[in-house]
């Protein structure tokens, strides 16, 4: 199972369930909020979203934020991170899912050395030996469950 905890527009969420896994995209996205504070969420957004929802069906969305997800019905075996990016929100993201995380478990944080609260949930999570890095590419910082 993959959990996605940003969806906005999809984009990324039609990556993911092109895998023919399930996946749990998590976001509010609530009309008039600015989830970045670079951009707005229109009617417009939640509408697209809901249709493509509609039209995949191993994507279930979570109309909420990350720390009100109910359990996932089967452990995670990847958790994307791509929330809001300002500390505490990506780490707090990261420790509601951790309990269900399968060992081994790969976690993606978006916007890594551009956002400084991402950043820093990296660096804290990474000192407190509660992930492995894997591999950086560009914003990307890919990690393990150790």
């Known amino acids: 199972m993959l959990v996605e905890v940003g969806s906005y527009c999809g984009r990324s969420t039609v990556v993911l369930a092109a895998t023919g896994l399930d996946v749990v995209a998590v976001d509010p996205l609530e009309p008039g909020t600015a989830p970045s504070g670079a951009w ?4 417009g957004h939640v509408a697209d979203f809901e249709g493509l929802v509609r039209r995949t069906p191993n994507v279930t969305w979570v109309r909420a934020p990350a720390t009100a997800c109910p359990r996932p019905a089967k452990p995670v075996g990847l958790l994307a991170i791509d929330g809001d990016h300002n500390y505490p929100h990506p780490l707090d993201d990261y420790r509601h899912f951790e309990p269900w995380l399968a060992p081994g478990a790969l976690v993606a944080f978006h916007d890594y050395r551009v956002c400084a609260g991402v950043t820093r949930t990296v660096s804290e ?3 407190d030996k509660r ?3 894997v591999r950086r590419h560009e914003r ?3 990690a393990r469950k150790p």
């Open 40 to 43: 707005e969420v229109t009617a």
């Open 125 to 127: 999570l990474l000192d």
């Open 131 to 133: 992930i492995e890095e």
């Open 140 to 142: 990307l910082f890919v």
